[in-house]
């Protein structure tokens, strides 16, 4: 498995810049910024506290932390243990079967997630 990751430059015209959520945190790409992926970004450790916008000088601290670290490190050198998204979005030839069962997984803990926000909400409000 390969992925070129857009979020890292390789001399190519499609390279993503970073991103930065409407919570104050800069992930790597808009692409890690979906609520199907949340539970994996933070299990990355990019949601941090410490990587607040607010809580940084410059966005220099936050990109040269361990966290980010890590996360291109495993991208680059262990791309069979990288999230589901970076499969889909810039694997290099990869079947879709590869990253296909982790996006249904992640979809499907979603929905149990919902589903008992959603009881929890209609058993309080009646």
Not at 24 to 32: H, I, K, R
């Amino acid at each position: 498995m390969k992925i070129r990751p857009k979020c890292l430059a390789f001399g190519e015209n499609d390279v993503k810049g970073a991103a930065y959520t409407s919570d104050g945190y800069m992930l790597p790409c808009c692409w890690l910024d979906q609520p199907q992926i949340e539970r994996q970004v933070i299990e990355l450790g990019l949601r941090d506290d410490e990587l607040l916008l607010s809580k940084n000088e410059k966005l220099e601290d936050i990109f040269t932390s361990d966290q980010w670290e890590n996360f291109f490190q495993t991208l680059v050198n262990k791309p069979e243990e990288s999230c589901y998204m970076c499969k889909k979005k810039c694997g290099d030839k990869i079947d879709e079967s590869e990253w296909l069962l982790e996006e249904k997984t992640e979809f499907r803990s979603m929905e149990i997630l919902l589903t008992a926000n959603r009881n929890c909400y209609t058993s309080v409000a009646l």
